[in-house]
């Protein structure tokens, strides 16, 4: 990536995964060119995409697990290397945190909180390990930008905010544990913008944490949401059943129940606008597109319908 008004070339390894489709789709509308490497090409057929997808199992050069150090050797080894690599973190290695909101730098990375589950402490030891790859990574010539992200919130009913809409509608919108755990997400429009903010200011560098400025507790986000859809009530999801559902799901509760409240110093600083810097407002446009993808849907459906009968008399 640069900072040229000329179309791009763009990789994202490992990009077939939410955030790498919503940053594929953003770019390739303007007018770059996207090439998208996945271990996996196989799986649900999807309409055209207007961009490439390359098999990479990296069976030559390690497991899946050594990508950024093969990949930092491939930018090392061009002789015109991207100007940009950018590397997808996690918002969640900081610590749970309620007194005060973590940014690049003064944030505390966790793992040794009294108050945490001591499990809670896989997920930042990955991401934390992620990073000292990335940022080991000997590229002289590349700036190197990880993104600690906070959820990215998109209308697809496969995406977080697919799930706590499902919640909503279903009446078990309601808070998660006691509710005060502070919740740190992001619009998808506003990431994919924050990357090309990055991308055109060269003068950032490092960590950066991209969430949206106003992370709410997490009984004020629910309400928040239930009222984008239409919803007053909400059943709460008690501390002891969250234990139980991600036991059985093979998962954690610091999904829900851990308390991150991250804010983006850096592209604040920086100047980057947000356009939906609060949960509700951010809310309200996700739901709207969701509705109109659903009535978009059923349109498409009724149409297929009346050609098949169409079809059925004519012959």
Known sequence: MGTTSKALRIVIPGGTGQLGEILARHFAGRGHYLTMLTRNPLGPKKDWVPWRTLVWDAENLGEWASALEVLGEA???LAQPPKLWINASTATMYRHSFDRAMDEASGEIGGREPDAPASWRFSIDVATRWEAGFFGAVTPRTRKVALRGGMVMSPAASGIFGQFLRLVRLGLGGAAGNGNQYMSSIH????????DFLSEHEEIDGVVN???????????FMRALRRAWGIGFGLPAYEWRLSVATFVHRTESELLLKSRRVVPGKLLEHGFQFEFPTWPEAARDLVRRVREA???????ERIQRSLEETRERTT
């Open 294 to 300: 659903s009535v978009h849907v059923k349109s498409k």
């Open 188 to 195: 998808d429009q506003d990431c994919a913008r924050a990357v």
């Open 75 to 77: 930018i090392r080894g």
């Open 210 to 220: 991209v969430t949206a400025p106003a992370p709410l507790r997490n009984r004020d």
